[in-house]
């Protein structure tokens, strides 16, 4: 019997060939001696970059779509690869460094100020200095409190639950250090801006993405938050603040717990029932957020909440 396998040929190499296709020369110059200048040209031309290759080209008005796209699913695929199914939400001031560091500024202040006793700036800037040290303690609430999520987060059996913050100093550097702290993991969402930034140390690095656009921004801070909790702040707190009460107000998304925490700064930097008794928001509006002092207190508020909505955090609260 004929063995017909014989006839068989074997399988070519995957990228090698034996004999050259004519396109892998270029036409030779004994042909046309400006051939080569001309290839040369050719392939220079950002017309023969690949498109995905072609950084002009994705940064054109045309490709915004593309890139709307692209930082919308960067970020959904790496939360799914590291399992982050939930997330609570930080804010707060950029400004409001840890005790240390404020003590350390207020004083190089006034002994600035001290030499030249009647510079009206100085002495503006250690008023600052002293309302920045006295709010310092906040700094060390949101590293406490972090590092409670964190236990939670990293806790056997339990649905993956990260701080996610703006990744920036002040604040969103403590919440992510407590987290740190336990080695949980913790998330940063920067933003780039003209000028030159970095993400606070604690982090993880797999996990911390740069966002161009604040709207893509915002969409995945709301994804998987289970709750939003707001340390003094300025404009960039003030604004992620509001988008998210008026989302739960007008049911654009799921209601979650809003603490605001340092109750004597919210009151001030925001009447919020001036705005019920002028009768631009109702008493259910008012009742959207509350108020907190301590880790502790934010943590059991937001597991208390979760409870009484019929869906727990976590078992492990």
Not at 89 to 115: D, K, Q, W, Y
């Amino acid at each position: 019997m004929n063995d017909k396998r014989a006839k068989v040929p074997g399988p070519p190499h995957p990228h090698r060939r034996n004999e050259p296709l004519p396109s892998q020369s270029p036409k030779s110059p004994a042909e046309d001696p400006d051939a080569p200048a001309r290839i040369a040209a050719i392939m220079k031309s950002p017309g023969y970059r690949l498109a995905e290759q072609d950084i002009e080209f994705i940064g054109s008005d045309a490709m915004r779509g593309v890139r709307l796209q692209l930082e919308y699913l960067k970020p959904q695929l790496l939360f799914e690869e590291h399992a982050i199914a939930h997330t609570i939400v930080v804010f707060g001031s950029t400004r409001i460094c840890e005790p240390g560091a404020a003590h350390r500024n207020l004083e190089a202040l006034r002994e600035a100020l001290a030499g030249t006793p009647g510079n009206a700036e100085l002495a503006r800037r250690v008023a600052v200095a002293e309302r920045i040290l006295a709010k310092s303690q906040f700094y060390d609430v949101a590293r406490a409190f972090g590092r409670l999520v964190g236990e939670v987060g990293r806790s056997p059996g339990s649905p993956c639950i990260a701080v996610m913050t703006g990744g920036g100093p002040g604040m969103m550097e403590a919440a992510n250090r407590g987290s740190f702290d336990v080695g949980a993991k913790t998330v940063g969402l920067n933003i780039d801006l003209p000028h030159e930034q970095y993400p606070n140390p604690y982090v993880s690095p797999d996990l911390c993405l740069r966002f161009h656009y604040f709207a893509l921004r915002k969409l995945h801070f709301m994804m998987r938050a289970k709750a939003l909790v707001a340390f003094p702040g300025g404009f960039g707190t003030l604004d992620e603040l509001f988008e998210i009460l008026t989302l739960v107000q007008t049911r654009k998304m799921k209601p979650v717990p809003i603490v605001l925490v340092g109750e004597a700064y919210w009151r001030r930097a925001v009447n919020f029932d001036f705005l019920l008794d002028e009768g631009v928001i109702a008493q259910e509006d008012r009742a959207l957020f509350w108020f907190a002092e301590t880790a502790e207190e934010i943590w059991r508020g937001i597991l208390h909440w979760h409870e009484a909505a019929g869906d727990p955090l976590c078992a492990a609260g």
